[in-house]
């Protein structure tokens, strides 16, 4: 069955350290791996997308994601965490087109001063 | 580029009317709209997917007489809740792929419904 795993339902760091933020999935076919930002009340912001080639993958406002298809995982790192960073994300694997595309649970990223 | 919008941004109705919420690709030609639905604290629920000019396709378990959805054109869909309960009250947000960058979807700002 496909199905993304987001283990952390929130996590709660202090500006200005280190963040990585934990998704694992199961996938049939080759993954399209997404991770977004939720801000309270608003929609999603795609922050970053792994398609194929390097697996390191960087994205917007200082995040990079790592594949990982020994471990199945697709886990969301930032160096420094900054306040504003606050916010629920998730991670979501899918296929071309678009369709059927899965969505983790969520985590919540509070961030203390 | 690649901006969703969504009207209206929050909505209260009575229990038993209908409500109409629009999804439209500002700046791209949406070849695909999909519908979803998020409880509080929650994930995202795909609740149906739409391409212009067909019928669009519901997950299962989505009833397709109560959430009605149309896709007229390459960067307009609506979903009308009808006879709306309170159960019915969720976030529902859209999104939508590109032509020629179906890879991705980009998502609508949302809509808060709340059934009194």
Same mark, same amino acid.
């Given at each position: &069955?496909?199905?993304?795993?987001?283990?952390?339902?929130?996590?709660?760091?202090? =500006? $200005?350290?280190? /963040? =990585?933020?934990?998704?694992? !999935?199961?996938?049939? &076919?080759?993954?399209? /791996?997404?991770? !977004?930002?939720?801000?309270? $009340?608003?929609?999603?912001?795609? /922050? /970053?997308?792994y398609f194929s080639g390097d697996t390191l993958v960087q994205g917007i406002k200082g995040f990079e994601a790592e594949f990982k298809r020994s471990q199945s995982s697709f886990n969301l790192r930032k160096p420094s965490v900054h306040w504003s960073d606050a916010a629920e994300y998730f991670c979501a694997v899918g296929n071309t087109g678009g369709f059927k595309t899965i969505f983790g649970a969520g985590t919540r990223l509070f961030v203390k001063a | 580029g690649a901006v969703v919008s969504q009207h209206p941004s929050r909505v209260i109705c009575k229990s038993g009317t209908s409500v109409k919420i629009e999804c439209r690709s500002l700046d791209f030609q949406a070849t695909t709209m999909f519908w979803y639905r998020q409880f509080p604290k929650q994930s995202l629920m795909l609740m149906a997917t739409s391409n212009e000019g067909s019928k669009a396709t519901y997950e299962q378990g989505v009833e397709k007489d109560k959430f009605l959805i149309n896709h007229a054109s390459l960067t307009l869909s609506t979903l009308t809740v009808t006879s709306a309960h309170p159960e019915d009250s969720s976030f529902y947000i859209c999104s939508a792929t590109r032509q020629g960058s179906t890879d991705t979807q980009y998502f609508g700002p949302g809509t808060r419904l709340t059934v009194l």
């Open positions: &069955a496909q199905s993304v795993t987001q283990p952390d339902i929130h996590i709660t760091v202090s =500006e $200005g350290a280190s /963040l =990585e933020l934990r998704c694992n !999935y199961s996938y049939g &076919a080759t993954p399209y /791996l997404f991770w !977004y930002v939720q801000s309270p $009340g608003q929609g999603l912001q795609l /922050l /970053l997308k | -």
